[in-house]
């Protein structure tokens, strides 16, 4: 009866997992036969596909046509949409950029005379690998359309006006949101946020808080509207912020003191600022998601009281299966964490007087949850290393998750479980599971007091930790309790832990799978009210082996690209024209048939003739590179004249004008000249404490310029009188593979242009000499 006992119980230990993710997101995508004044994933699917029929990065031709299309949209509802327009330097991965975006605003005016609520979200794609921006923002472009589509189909007048901001130059550095937060006067009308955003093409949205206070009104307001399917933690903005991202919302928060809220799905990563970012590769779950996420919201914050938006108080928030959301305030985390302690300390005392405790057998608890700990991290980081050595393709691939990871996580998962079960049936007795219990309480306890003081946004981890106590009490009181209320003590442990297991190597990247097993050796310490009385731990081990084979065997034979799962490379063309040569480079260390027919079987180290050229998001450079034919391509016009002179300054201006496509110009002038002044289109730079610009500048690097098509780079600038500095120029084209004069050919199937850096691209690097001769001075 007893084995019958434990296979239930373990079934439903498996169960509960499923539930853990299956709750979620929304168990059905709404058709076209939704109600009107309800969010519809399929209509908003009727505009996601007509925006990303193709590639549409600031500058595009492409792009023109979302923009006209998006607007056309907003029309059709009665709104009278503008387009802002203007230019925007800032700073971005340090370079400083220039970029002209073209926002999308409008504006439906509500009875009132406060505050609005802001929508937020990105048209433009991610340039240089081809993607289509589908999920990367498409798909929040689309919430938004459909989300105020059924909004307004209510007939209802709102409160608050509802301001409408569709970005651009996201991709290039969150410039279109920087445009409206410092120069559109809606801007200072808005009191909160809802931005749209994605970060893979499935799994479930997140909501993240972004505030520059405390965030207890915006969570109070989140429980208030009553989202379905809340996906929230307050752990998850902490991890948000390790990551190299930022949001629109960031520069709402830092430019504008905006607060609000941020909704992003980071799971399918593979697919992200990639060519299969695409209408076919959207996971419709994700995109109906979104929507349970806009409706309540927009309707809540349409009338809700927006001048109590702000607080200063924090609090602690999660979500969790059945119960939905819960969150209580930061200010409770070290009280709730001590009386945890507290109570364990009378638990144990209680548990020795009572003679259902050993000193032995916790000794042993602690040599099997320690083993297991630090043996199952280890095993797994070690493991993942032989993994890249044995499948070197994957170096290429990271720190994008990558296409079979979540083969791997079930393998690392299974055999972390495995080794679980072997320690534990080797140390552990099924007669002295209370004993066995304390060292996990312990440790458990340990990270609570740490997190209190150190990451608070985690501080509801010790809620499980509660029930773990309950059910330490019960099992001192009881020789054999209840196996159901023992199941039910475990699952609220199972339902918030569980979902982050998989969360750390999806968000972090496969290089944090170790972490997932840390996670998952600490659930199971939490799980030992079940399964530290079973009596068959080998064979469970034996059997998480057999299924960890399986899931890796499965994901070996999904290591090979095929055009469903394409592998990234990449492939450049430099041209130093002073140098008078020329090279083909890739990003790639691993060589592919078509990267290999470019570069040959045994190419040079990049290093020997490129620098870092082009540069990327994660600061990886070229590896390698090999001489070709130099192809001559149309300069750009370029003009230097000199303009005045004022208090021993010589005032210039520099002015270049590509004379073929050009969607990215960088600017380098030497690191030792010091600018007394410096504008870009327009653009005055402000000066640093020492009056002077770029006086400490750690590189040659000027200017990352992101060029609109048929503008000019402008760069007004004063010197020293008598200082000529020597300005250079790198011109990149996405068009590599399209360009008629180069004798290329088309890339496999089974691989795709690699995301977050400089690919299929010509670069042209030069030193600016004027090719025009001005016949008036200052022209």
């Not at 997140?206 to 520059?212: H, L, P, Q, R, S």
């Not at 040959?600 to 994660?618: F, R």
């Amino acid at each position: 009866m007893k084995r019958i006992v434990h296979i239930i119980t373990f079934l439903a230990i498996l169960a509960c997992t499923y539930l853990a993710f299956r709750s979620l997101l929304p168990p059905e995508i709404s058709g076209m036969d939704t109600p009107d004044t309800e969010f519809s994933t399929a209509r908003a699917l009727t505009h996601l596909k007509e925006i990303t029929k193709e590639p549409h990065f600031t500058g595009s031709e492409a792009h023109a046509d979302v923009r006209d299309y998006i607007v056309a949209e907003l029309t059709k509802m009665g709104l009278e949409p503008q387009v802002q327009e203007g230019v925007v330097v800032d700073r971005w991965f340090g370079f400083t950029n220039l970029v002209k975006p073209q926002n999308i605003l409008a504006r439906i005016k509500g009875s009132g005379e406060g505050k609005a609520v802001l929508l937020m979200s990105h048209y433009d794609s991610a340039p240089q690998s081809a993607s289509h921006g589908a999920s990367d923002a498409g798909s929040g472009v689309v919430t938004i359309l459909e989300g105020v589509r059924a909004f307004l189909a209510t007939g209802k007048t709102p409160k608050n006006d509802i301001i409408i901001c569709i970005t651009d130059a996201e991709e290039l550095g969150l410039n279109g949101a920087s445009l409206f937060v410092n120069e559109h006067p809606w801007a200072k009308d808005a009191a909160i946020a809802l931005n749209f955003e994605a970060r893979g093409s499935g799994g479930p949205s997140n909501m993240i808080v972004e505030t520059n206070g405390g965030n207890a009104n915006l969570i109070k307001g989140f429980q208030e509207a009553d989202v379905r399917y809340p996906v929230a933690t307050s752990l998850m903005y902490s991890i948000y912020k390790m990551l190299p991202n930022d949001t629109d919302s960031t520069i709402l928060r830092e430019d504008g003191d905006i607060d609000g809220f941020f909704f992003a799905f980071i799971d399918d990563h593979y697919d992200y600022h990639t060519q299969n970012d695409t209408y076919e590769r959207l996971d419709r779950n994700s995109l109906e998601h979104q929507g349970s996420y806009i409706m309540p919201l927009l309707t809540y914050y349409a009338n809700a009281d927006l001048s109590t938006v702000k607080a200063t108080e924090d609090y602690v928030y999660f979500d969790m299966a059945f119960v939905k959301f819960a969150a209580y305030p930061f200010s409770w985390v070290l009280p709730m964490a001590i009386l945890g302690v507290v109570l364990f300390i009378v638990l144990l005392v209680y548990g020795f007087r009572k003679k259902r405790l050993s000193g032995l057998a916790i000794g042993r608890g602690f040599a099997a949850f320690s083993i297991s700990l630090i043996g199952g991290a280890g095993l797994t980081y070690l493991l993942w290393v032989l993994i890249k050595l044995i499948y070197p393709a994957y170096e290429d691939m990271l720190p994008v998750f990558i296409y079979n990871g979540h083969w791997y996580i079930l393998g690392f998962v299974a055999l972390a479980t495995a080794f679980c079960f072997g320690i534990y049936a080797r140390f552990t007795k099924v007669t002295q599971v209370p004993s066995t219990m304390v060292a996990p309480i312990t440790f458990w306890l340990i990270v609570n007091l740490g997190l209190a003081f150190g990451l608070v946004g985690a501080g509801f981890f010790i809620i499980p930790v509660y029930f773990a106590l309950v059910a330490f009490w019960v099992l001192i009181r009881q020789q054999n309790p209840n196996a159901i209320v023992m199941l039910l003590l475990v699952v609220p442990a199972i339902f918030i832990f569980a979902p982050l297991v998989q969360f750390f190597p999806v968000g972090l990247g496969p290089d944090m799978m170790y972490a997932a097993v840390i996670l998952l050796v600490l659930l199971f310490g939490l799980l030992i009210p079940i399964v530290g009385f079973y009596r068959s731990k080998k064979t469970l081990g034996w059997l998480c082996i057999l299924s960890g084979i399986v899931f890796f065997s499965i994901a070996h034979s999904l290591s090979s690209p095929n055009s469903e799962r394409q592998a990234p490379n990449s492939l450049v063309y430099y041209h130093n024209v002073e140098e008078g040569k020329a090279y083909y480079a890739t990003y790639n260390t691993v060589l592919d048939e078509w990267t290999r027919s470019y570069l040959g079987d045994n190419p040079e180290d990049a290093s020997k003739y490129i620098g870092n050229a082009a540069g990327s998001k994660y600061n990886t450079r070229y590896a390698y590179a090999k001489e070709t034919e130099v192809i001559q391509l149309p300069e750009s016009y370029v003009s230097i004249t000199n303009d005045t002179v004022i208090d021993g300054y010589q005032y210039n201006t520099l002015k270049v004008m590509p004379n073929r496509t050009v969607h990215q110009m960088r600017l380098y002038a030497p690191q030792d000249v010091v600018f007394s002044h410096l504008a870009y289109n327009g653009k005055v730079l402000t000066p640093d404490s020492t009056a002077t610009l770029f006086k400490k500048r750690g590189s040659k690097s000027m200017l990352s310029y992101y060029r609109s098509p048929e503008d000019t780079l402008v760069v007004n600038y004063a010197v020293k009188e008598g200082e000529a500095p020597i300005f250079s120029i790198k011109e990149f084209s996405f068009d590599l593979l399209e360009n008629p004069k180069f004798n290329t050919t088309p890339r496999p199937e089974r691989f795709m242009p690699s995301p977050f850096i400089t690919n299929d691209a010509i670069i042209i690097e030069r030193d600016l000499k004027s090719t025009v001769q001005e016949v008036e001075e200052g022209k």
